[in-house]
């Protein structure tokens, strides 16, 4: 059982910048394809980024290109979401999935684990 636990969500306003960290539990972190998704009120939970194992890809949806990074320290078990040019719209929970039998998790249903999410609120 792996255990994530996300942090860094908060309040910002439109054109900032957040950090967000998940950190796991499980010593074989490495082995795991890693992402985040996101839910806003209302809507469903939607997949955001991605990146395998050894941290040689990462996929991102289109309305996230070029505003946010995956990336990962398997050495301390730590996924990060650097976002920037934060907008209004990224207002939603966030959540870090790890999907053990994937190369990436692109998909709600590839995840085999999810963390508990953190709060990312937007203002104009």
């Known amino acids: 059982q792996v255990q994530l636990v996300e942090s860094g969500g908060g309040l910002v306003q439109a054109g900032d910048s957040l950090r967000l960290s998940c950190v796991a539990s499980?010593?074989?972190?490495?082995?795991?394809?890693m992402g985040w998704f996101r839910q806003a009120p209302g809507k469903e939970r939607e997949f955001v980024a991605t990146?395998?194992?050894?941290?040689?890809?990462?996929y991102y949806a289109d309305f996230v290109k070029g505003r946010f990074t995956i990336s990962r320290d398997n050495a301390k078990n730590t996924l990060y979401l650097q976002m920037n040019s934060l907008k209004p719209e990224d207002t939603a929970v966030y959540y870090c999935?790890?999907?053990?039998?994937?190369?990436?998790?692109?998909?709600?249903?590839?995840?085999?684990?999810w963390g508990q999410g953190t709060q990312v609120t937007v203002s104009s």
């Open positions: 499980e010593r074989t972190f490495s082995r795991y394809a």
């Open positions: 999935a790890a999907g053990h039998t994937v190369v990436a998790v692109r998909t709600i249903l590839e995840a085999d684990y």
């Open positions: 990146i395998t194992w050894s941290a040689a890809r990462s």
